[in-house]
Antibody, heavy 123, light 108 residues
Framework: EEQLVESGGGLVQPGRSLRLSCAAS????????MHWVRQAPGKGLEWVSG????????GYADSVKGRFTISRDNAKNSLYLQMNSLRAEDMALYHC????????????????WGQGTLVTVSS | EIVLRQSPGTLSLSPGERATLSCRAS???????LAWYQQKPGQAPRLLIY???SRATGIPDRFSGSGSGTDFTLTISRLEPEDFAVYYC?????????FGGGTKVEIK
């Protein structure tokens, strides 16, 4: 059974950094693109970043470009999100999500999601 | 980026009724690369539909998707108690992938 478990969230002051992790199991991790999708409290879903199976192709939402860095370690079946210069508007539940397809646009369909890790940005 | 607008914001229906949810894109979604997700309180989203009309694994056939271009629809033929939730559309034909604001289906 596919499982994604996020960790690393917490309370952080504006301008500080945080690193999120996602541990994957139950599928061949290095076959699939992986993503981070966030949800502010009481709000909708926002794609944050995605990375191809081999880490070569990476994308970011404009709202986080230059501040966040996505990476993966296929040997450890793990996905990461380094978040720098955090702002109040980054406060959200951050979900790790698996890309459904192995090629093309289908990599940007999210078929399995973790429960999320909460990031609170406040002084 | 492609902006998706969902309507209505809230749909109040009774179990057994038919639900029709709309998703309209600011520009054409290439090759009907449109997905639908269901989210219940305190849970992660669940993939329902991809490619505008293909059901994901394990999704009951009371859920169906249709549409192309800029107008898409999710239909739940007969609402079951477990279907009351928030539904999101998402386009994945162009980057960045974007979501609609959601439609809440609530019990009347």
């Amino acid at each position: 059974e596919e499982q994604l478990v996020e960790s690393g969230g917490g309370l952080v002051q504006p301008g500080r950094s945080l690193r999120l992790s996602c541990a994957a199991s139950g599928f061949t991790f290095d076959d699939y693109a992986m993503h981070w999708v966030r949800q502010a409290p009481g709000k909708g879903l926002e794609w944050v970043s995605g990375i191809s199976w081999n880490g070569i192709s990476i994308g970011y939402a404009d709202s986080v470009k230059g501040r966040f860095t996505i990476s993966r370690d296929n040997a450890k079946n793990s996905l990461y999100l380094q978040m720098n210069s955090l702002r109040a508007e980054d406060m959200a539940l951050y979900h790790c999500a698996k890309g459904w397809g192995r090629f093309g646009e289908s990599q940007r369909v999210f078929d399995y999601w973790g429960q999320g890790t909460l990031v609170t940005v406040s002084s | 980026e492609i902006v998706l607008r969902q309507s209505p914001g809230t749909l109040s229906l009774s179990p057994g009724e038919r639900a029709t949810l709309s998703c309209r894109a600011s520009q054409s979604v290439s090759s009907s690369y449109l997905a639908w997700y269901q989210q219940k309180p305190g849970q992660a989203p669940r993939l329902l539909i991809y490619g505008a009309s293909s059901r994901a694994t394990g999704i009951p056939d009371r859920f169906s998707g249709s549409g192309s271009g800029t107008d898409f629809t999710l239909t739940i033929s007969r609402l079951e108690p477990e279907d009351f939730a928030v539904y999101y559309c998402q386009q994945y034909g162009s980057s960045p992938p974007t979501f609609g604001g959601g439609t809440k289906v609530e019990i009347k």
